[in-house]
């Protein structure tokens, strides 16, 4: 599992780890029940503290990304455990944004099919 992390972003590398991650199950080189590397592995490969990598697991697990079992680690979870709520609320912000920024719907939806093809 190969993440980009921008040191210099001026996005938390916690949000940044969290983003790369669902992305990767987004575009199915991720699939459920595939296990992620120790937090520990994972920091030492990224050269970042462990507490970073533990937050974003964190906010995978609250988010219903990733399961963590004790035994076994972090894995990605069946879609059945994502939380639909928060997606509709964040998909809602996002085109209404989209609005406020001009984009008419029809360049809204072609930007949407764009990423989905």
């Known amino acids: 599992m190969i993440l980009k992390i921008d040191m210099a972003s001026e996005i938390p590398i916690y949000q940044q780890v969290r983003d790369e991650i669902v992305s990767l ?35 995978l697990k609250n988010e219903g990304f990733i399961e963590i079992h004790r035994r076994v680690g972090a894995m990605v979870s069946s879609l059945d455990n994502l939380k639909q709520e928060e997606f509709e609320k964040n998909l809602e912000k996002l085109l209404l944004e989209g609005k406020a920024r001009g ?15």
């Open 25 to 59: 199950i987004g575009m199915g080189e991720l699939n459920p029940g595939d296990e992620l590397p120790a937090v520990r592995s994972l920091a030492a490969d990224l050269g970042i503290n462990p507490m970073t990598i533990q937050k974003s697991y964190n906010i």
């Open 103 to 117: 984009y008419n719907m029809e360049e809204l939806v072609r930007r949407v099919l764009w990423y989905l093809i």
